[in-house]
């Protein structure tokens, strides 16, 4: 695949999905840079994990306090003091959930590339395993996408590559990729912050865990 001469800004959390998005971009852009939000997350450790695989892909990698999130929403990831939903609730969004974050995540992230003359954003957002999260729809991702563009007078592309696919599939991608074993080890997914194959309990270990465990059935077939 030829790459493209643009250069690309990925909003990335040190996760499996941002990771895969990561390297997708690698593949794609021939120049890529990352940038990072602390948002009040409870877990500082992703910060300094997506800081790590930044560099080790020698790739710009640039951080962003953006806490004010934490303090008008109100979230199991970012309060201790609430007890983390294990299942998506049958009516209304799970409490790990975090109000707002995707929309302000990508917005900042627009200002930032517009700064630096990027054109292209990158997010690992899936509607496919969204969690009941309103804003990982494709919906959302181009209505902000048309919004930005009028913003700001740009014409942004907001690139989704993990959208319309599953977890297992996800793994797949990440194993084409040929960066399967450290998206499995040096990622942090985990909500209890537990690094690699994570708590192995809390709903993101589920979810990431049996799409694993989903590929590698289907790959040792």
């Not at 962003?64 to 303090?71: A, Q």
């Not at 707002?100 to 690992?124: D, K, M, W």
Request: contains cysteine; neutral net charge.
């Amino acid at each position: 695949m030829k790459l493209s001469e643009s250069e690309a800004l990925v909003v990335f959390s040190g996760g499996q999905d941002s990771t895969t998005c990561l390297f997708w971009a690698l593949k794609r852009f021939k120049k890529v840079r990352t940038l990072t939000f602390t948002y009040g997350q409870k877990h500082s450790l992703e910060v300094e994990m997506a800081r790590k695989i930044a560099e080790d892909a020698g790739v710009e990698f640039d951080l962003l306090d953006v806490s004010f999130i934490s303090k008008i929403g109100t979230s199991s990831l970012t309060d201790t003091s609430i007890k983390m939903d294990e299942e998506k609730p049958e009516d209304g969004v799970p409490n790990t959930f975090v109000p707002g974050r995707n929309l302000f995540f990508l917005s900042v992230a627009a200002v930032y590339a517009r700064e630096r003359g990027i054109r292209h954003l990158v997010t690992g957002v899936s509607q496919t395993d969204f969690s009941g999260y309103p804003d990982c729809r494709d919906s959302f991702i181009k209505s902000l996408n048309v919004t930005l563009n009028l913003a700001m007078e740009e014409q942004f592309t907001i690139h989704t590559p993990l959208m319309w696919i599953d977890k297992a599939e996800t793994w797949a991608l990440a194993d084409r990729l040929g960066v399967l074993d450290l998206v499995r080890t040096k990622t942090l997914t985990c909500y209890n912050g537990v690094p690699g194959d994570g708590c192995g309990h809390c709903p993101s270990c589920k979810l990431r865990n049996e799409g694993l465990r989903q590929y590698l059935d289907s790959k040792n077939r």
